[in-house]
């Protein structure tokens, strides 16, 4: 009886880390999605627009004077 049981005392530590890891895992997650975000999803600093557009920009894909008017239409 006593060898069945020992066999498996190697389980618990082993679920208590993967358990400890994957809460960290999921802290970690959370954290990095909430940074820099508002809790209703939307900027309303206009920076993520603002990058966009400046990539935009950037390829060529809108010239200086689109530019600068979608620029003045953020807030």
Do not use: N, Q
């Not at 627009?49 to 807030?75: C, K, T």
Request: net charge positive; glycine share 14%.
């Amino acid at each position: 009886m006593m060898g069945a049981t020992a066999g498996w005392m190697w389980v618990w530590p082993v679920l208590i880390v993967a358990g400890l890891l994957v809460i960290g895992y999921v802290v970690v997650r959370l954290a990095r999605s909430g940074r820099g975000a508002s809790p209703t999803g939307s900027d309303p600093s206009g920076l993520a627009a603002r990058r966009i557009l400046d990539g935009r920009f950037a390829r060529g894909e809108i010239d200086d004077e689109e530019y600068l008017r979608r620029r003045d239409l953020l807030p």
